[in-house]
């Protein structure tokens, strides 16, 4: 098998797994207990937020465990709409967030705010300019992805946090992808909220985080007992927790050799796609871009049944479109970097990690430009267009 779907989940590192079992075992007693089982419980969830904080370059205390990306996004959202909405009801974020964004943002105009979403250009990036320009004196909240889950574009957060700051209004960013993955400070990035996920850094899945600078003023999440000094209640998910911490402190110790391998495998695997599946498209920037991201459109061709094809040889892939989940739309990034419909029906999104090698990447691309072939020599519309060019 071979696995290129690391921006969907990954797999937990040994290290990881094996920090998590005792929690499950031996040490399982509640954080919040005053007998040193308990204690030891709590010493080791407050480790992990020391990890936690070091990768972003936060305090310890304004790190907020939750269970997942999802939840973060939400928290940081729904809370913060909630406390400004003295102030104002209105909301900036883009057209390329991740649904946990999108959907939340759809909650919230339903419930009477208002959401402007920005534009991005045909690499997926947001332009400064037009978040200046759609700030309006009731703005209470922008929010902007670090770097976008299916073309992998990084955004100039610390520009858009230094503009969100000049305004006084609060910024978050979702950075789910590029947590431990990339360096990041959120003081340079002038970010007030910032989301994290174990499991997309070989953590374990259903567990997150989200930053929450000191001094800003955000309501509680889940309502109950006095847990993540009372803004998340909720006895804590102790070897998850562990987990994550583990992850991010591997994460850090190998982020370096990690960018550099991914990043040359990336650029090899674009390189010879480019050059050997013609009526092909890089989908993000080329050089903003997360070191594991690789996304193409084929013209002439549907994602799905090139996925299908990859898999019955081993190859885990994705496609830019959201068939998967039952809905015909293709995803809404693709269509806002300006792909038409038909074209970004035929994209593949392939995301690595440090443990792919170079013979994978030649053995994907041998097969890809075979499916790609295939799929071409029954396709109508491939038909049509060598006909009239040859005309
Ligand atoms: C995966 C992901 C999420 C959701 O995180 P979960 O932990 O799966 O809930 C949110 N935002 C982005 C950008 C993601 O890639």
């Not at 700051?165 to 909220?193: K, S, W, Y």
């Not at 993540?228 to 987990?243: C, D, F, K, L």
């Given at each position: 098998m071979i696995y290129l779907d690391n921006a969907a989940t990954t797999k937990a590192a040994p290290e990881v797994v094996e920090a998590m079992l005792p929690y499950f075992t031996e040490n399982y007693g509640n954080p919040s207990t005053i007998y040193s089982l308990g204690s030891s419980a709590k010493k080791a969830v407050n480790e992990a937020r020391r990890n936690l904080a070091e990768v972003i370059g936060a305090k310890q205390e304004e790190i907020y465990f939750t269970a997942g990306g999802s939840e973060a996004d939400n928290w940081a959202l729904k809370a913060a709409a909630e406390a400004c909405g003295e102030k104002g009801k209105h909301?900036?974020?883009?057209?390329?967030?991740?649904?946990?964004?999108?959907?939340?943002?759809?909650?919230?105009?339903?419930?009477?705010?208002?959401?402007?979403?920005?534009?991005?250009?045909?690499?997926?990036?947001?332009?400064?300019?037009?978040?200046?320009?759609?700030?309006?004196?009731?703005?209470?909240?922008?929010?902007?992805?670090?770097?976008?889950?299916?073309?992998?574009?990084?955004?100039?957060?610390?520009?858009?946090?230094?503009?969100?700051?000049?305004?006084?209004?609060?910024?978050?960013?979702?950075?789910?992808?590029?947590?431990?993955?990339?360096?990041?400070?959120?003081?340079?990035?002038?970010?007030?909220?910032?989301?994290?996920?174990?499991?997309?850094?070989?953590?374990?899945?259903?567990?997150?985080?989200?930053?929450?600078?000191?001094?800003?003023?955000?309501?509680?999440?889940?309502?109950?007992?006095?847990?993540?000094?009372?803004?998340?209640?909720?006895?804590?998910?102790?070897?998850?927790?562990?987990?994550?911490?583990?992850?991010?402190?591997?994460?850090?110790?190998?982020?370096?050799?990690?960018?550099?391998?991914e990043l040359q495998l990336r650029d090899y695997l674009i390189g010879r796609i480019e050059k050997e599946i013609p009526y092909s498209r890089l989908n993000g920037h080329r050089t903003r871009r997360l070191p594991g991201n690789v996304n193409f459109s084929f013209e002439f061709i549907e994602g799905e049944s090139m996925l299908i094809m990859l898999d019955m040889k081993g190859i885990c892939a994705s496609s830019g479109s959201a068939c998967t989940s039952g809905s015909l739309d293709p995803s809404h990034v693709l269509l806002a970097i300006g792909l038409k419909h038909e074209v970004a029906h035929g994209s593949l999104r392939l995301t690595l990690s440090e443990e792919n090698t170079k013979e994978e990447m030649d053995l994907v691309v041998d097969e890809l430009k075979r499916i790609v072939q295939r799929l071409r020599e029954m396709s109508p519309l491939y038909e049509d267009f060598m006909r009239k060019n040859q005309a």
């Open positions: 909301i900036i974020t883009t057209r390329i967030e991740h649904h946990a964004v999108l959907h939340t943002c759809e909650y919230l105009e339903k419930r009477g705010y208002e959401v402007t979403y920005l534009e991005v250009d045909s690499d997926g990036l947001v332009d400064p300019e037009a978040l200046r320009r759609a700030i309006r004196p009731d703005t209470i909240l922008i929010s902007i992805m670090f770097a976008n889950n299916e073309i992998g574009v990084i955004e100039p957060i610390a520009e858009l946090g230094a503009i969100a700051r000049e305004h006084g209004i609060l910024f978050h960013t979702d950075a789910v992808q590029a947590f431990g993955q990339v360096p990041m400070n959120v003081d340079e990035l002038n970010v007030d909220m910032l989301s994290a996920s174990a499991h997309k850094l070989n953590g374990p899945k259903g567990v997150g985080m989200l930053y929450i600078r000191t001094g800003v003023k955000i309501r509680s999440f889940v309502h109950g007992g006095a847990q993540e000094r009372g803004r998340r209640a909720g006895t804590e998910n102790v070897p998850g927790i562990v987990g994550f911490g583990a992850a991010a402190a591997r994460a850090m110790r190998i982020m370096d050799e990690k960018m550099k391998k």
